[in-house]
């Protein structure tokens, strides 16, 4: 730690060039940091029942070998982040089964990228937040704006079923495609959740459904199966 004075007079320097000038460097304490992870995960949209989710407490033995694959993918996403952020397939999906860990994993990847890279996410759990959008038309540009240029965005249950169709209305699909096709001009990442399949995304809109796909296309999977296997409320995970 240095005096701010000396800093802003030039007398230290940083880490990088200490030891070519045999001097002392500046350093950012760690309280610094930890209000940084709070500002950032405040505005997430992250509860701090989810904050808790993360790769350590997902469990993935005696699991079906698609749960396995689920964990692997998510944690090979967070792993190559930096590399294929910038890519045209920066994103993830992970596809079917409800009750599989879908939320779990990719709220994973999210805190992860805020505590260990600063990187700023927003959850957006598309049935409680289309009903948010709705009911406020004079904050629906801000908020879907938000949506649309923050670091990373987390779609949670895209087009959840109810009673067996796809919540889907013609205003809806055209809120996600604003948002979608914004993010994929400008090589922005998604995570994304859903019941449904690929094919079932197509099929309700396929120029967004093939976005998605593009998008994801590298670390996508689809968790279909024997649900009393594969949901862990049905079974004795």
């Not at 940083?14 to 000038?21: L, N, S, V």
């Not at 809806?172 to 495609?177: D, L, M």
């Not at 979608?180 to 399949?197: A, D, F, G, I, K």
């Amino acid at each position: 730690m240095v005096r701010e004075e000396d800093y802003l007079a030039g007398k230290v320097c940083t880490p990088e060039t200490a030891r070519e000038w045999k001097t002392a460097y500046s350093k950012q304490c760690d309280c610094v940091r930890r209000k940084k992870i709070a500002r950032i995960m405040a505005a997430s949209g992250i509860t701090e029942e989810f904050e808790n989710l993360v790769f350590g407490n997902f469990k993935t033995e005696g699991k079906p070998e698609l749960i396995k694959e689920a964990y692997d993918c998510a944690v090979e996403y967070f792993k190559d982040f930096e590399k294929i952020r910038g890519n045209r397939s920066n994103s993830i999906a992970l596809l079917g089964q409800p009750g599989s860990g879908k939320t779990h994993l990719l709220t994973a990847i999210m805190n992860n990228l805020i505590k260990k890279k600063f990187v700023h996410c927003l959850y957006f759990p598309y049935v409680e937040g289309m009903g948010d959008l709705k009911k406020d038309f004079d904050q629906l540009e801000t908020k879907l704006d938000a949506m649309r240029k923050v670091e990373v965005l987390f779609i949670d249950d895209l087009f959840k079923p109810a009673r067996g169709e796809p919540r889907a209305t013609e205003w809806q699909v055209e809120q996600i495609q604003s948002v979608v096709n914004y993010r994929y001009l400008n090589h922005l990442p998604l995570l994304v959740s859903s019941e449904l399949t690929t094919d079932e995304l197509l099929d309700i809109d396929e120029a967004l459904g093939s976005r998605i796909h593009q998008m994801c296309r590298e670390y996508t999977v689809i968790i279909k199966g024997d649900r009393m296997k594969l949901n862990h409320r049905l079974g004795d995970w």
